[in-house]
């Protein structure tokens, strides 16, 4: 059967088509379709006089994840597997760049870089994965407006934050890990400390969660506070600014509610094992690694959500390993928020965290070296089915402990390191050094070390 690669590159409104063949030879000359009925539709008749005219034929189409421009094309794409011999997938940016920089492109127009996505589909052919059927697709947008409804209630409660600070200062000192529900509660009541020190302690009592030495003690910081602002119009905007929270609240725990009634998936069941994912999190977590399976190794899923280390060793000079940050954002926004959790709650996770913290890593840090592990840990009960035990991760850690040694620098198997070579300083020391280790390796293995000639 032969191949043919259709390259879409998609704009807000309309998209550019180029068909190549597996030599990267023109097919098709570019042409541009507007994303209406007509447009859709004169694709299909397109794509449908093409695989007559060349029976025995496949085509496999590429569009780029384009924050949602792509979906209609995608989605009609989809529709066309039905009836057309066509095949579709959507693909990284990132790579498709990647591999028009490898061809030392210089210019950027629509009509080259649908070129460039129809070239990325023959030569990585290993890297594209054809989709039939998105079976998430619904839970996708229902997971896509809940997040859009946390990152406005952040946005409000950052503005809460402002308008506090200047109404009733002493407020904050309980915010100090988020804003608890008895404090939307008491401002939605008594929104500046001029208010609030003309309150009752029975009154404020009755709010939950506060008691009769609490409600008296917020009395009398009141009347003490260093608010600047005590004015009407900072009293409407701090209580409407709480119910608009408290409203977003509500919904996002409706609509984490229904995402767990129809996400009725054993992966998400075997997820919430561990100490630190939610439902939230857990359906969150499986939209975006979708099927285990897609990952060949842990260090695969590790790039996909951009934990993998990157460092640069050349000659003398280099960067020590951090963290790339260039997979998938929203997939590490979620584990930031399971790590954070499972630090509290998951006594695997707390101790790892304290140790790493005691050998000196900075917090960041530390928080970024659990959420890599917890992705390894996460990657193991997904493909072994089986649900969370520390200990699993206990013996893991005592046999990686014993196979631990002197690493081997493989690359200088043919040669040892020369003491004669004219290296510069730096790298003179790094060879003292690693050779001193290994001499004490050998040392403790009850081995003399053999003299250097």
């Known amino acids: 059967m032969h191949k043919y690669f259709l390259g879409i590159d998609v704009s807000k409104g309309y998209a550019d088509f180029t068909l190549l063949d597996r030599n990267k030879r023109v097919v098709e000359e570019n042409f541009q379709l507007d994303d209406t009925f007509n447009g859709h539709f004169l694709l299909y008749e397109k794509i449908g006089r093409f695989l007559r005219s060349h029976p025995e034929s496949r085509i496999v189409a590429g569009v780029e994840s384009t924050g949602g421009y792509e979906n209609n094309w995608h989605n009609s794409l989809r529709k066309f597997q039905s009836s057309l011999e066509i095949r ?24 080259i870089s ?3 996505v129809a070239e990325y589909l023959i030569a990585h052919p290993e890297k594209v994965t054809c989709e039939h059927e998105d079976y998430y697709a619904s839970l996708r947008k ?3 407006f ?5 990152k406005q209630g952040t946005q409000l409660l950052n503005q809460l934050e402002m308008l506090v600070y200047t109404a009733n200062p002493e407020i904050v ?42 409600a008296a003690r917020l009395i009398e910081n009141a009347k003490k506070s260093v608010a600047a602002e005590t004015d009407m119009i900072t009293e409407q905007l701090i209580k409407a600014t709480v119910r608009e929270i408290l409203r977003i609240k509500k919904t996002v725990k409706e609509q984490t509610k229904m995402m767990a009634k129809q996400c009725d998936l054993p992966e998400v069941g ?14 969150g977590l499986i939209l975006q690694i979708q099927s285990v399976e897609r990952f060949a190794s842990v260090k695969k899923i590790a790039s996909f959500f951009g934990l993998h280390p990157i460092f640069r060793e050349s000659g003398d000079g ?11 954002r929203e997939a590490r926004h979620i584990l930031f928020m399971v790590a954070l959790a499972a630090i509290r709650h998951n006594p695997l996770i707390s101790r790892i965290y304290k140790e790493r913290l005691e050998k000196g890593m900075a917090r960041m840090a530390a928080i970024g070296y659990c959420m890599h592990k917890i992705l390894r840990i996460i990657y193991g009960m997904l493909k072994n089915n089986t649900a969370f035990n520390p200990a699993i991760d206990e013996k893991n ?4 402990t014993k196979q631990q040694g002197v690493p081997k620098d493989k690359s200088r198997r043919v040669q040892g390191y020369d003491s004669k070579a004219p290296v510069s300083g730096r790298q003179s020391v790094k060879r003292k050094e690693r050779n001193s280790s290994q001499g004490d390796e050998i040392t403790k293995s009850g081995i003399k070390a053999p003299s250097q000639p």
């Open 270 to 283: 075997l997820l919430k094992t561990f100490n630190g994912i939610g439902d939230c999190s857990a359906i």
């Open 142 to 144: 229902q997971w896509g």
């Open 173 to 214: 000192h309980y915010c100090k890990d988020g804003v608890p529900g008895w404090v939307l509660s008491l401002l939605e009541r008594y929104p500046t400390a001029y208010r609030l020190s003309k309150a009752k302690t029975k009154s404020v009592a009755k709010i939950p969660y506060v008691t009769e030495e609490r």
């Open 318 to 328: 280099g960067i020590k390993p951090r963290m790339s940050k260039q997979g998938c």
């Open 146 to 150: 809940v997040s859009m409804l946390d």
């Open 114 to 116: 649908a070129r460039n």
């Open 88 to 111: 579709t997938a959507r693909l990284n940016p990132l790579g498709v760049n990647a591999n028009s920089k490898a061809d030392l492109k210089r210019n950027t127009t629509d009509k």
């Open 397 to 400: 850690r005592e046999k990686q």
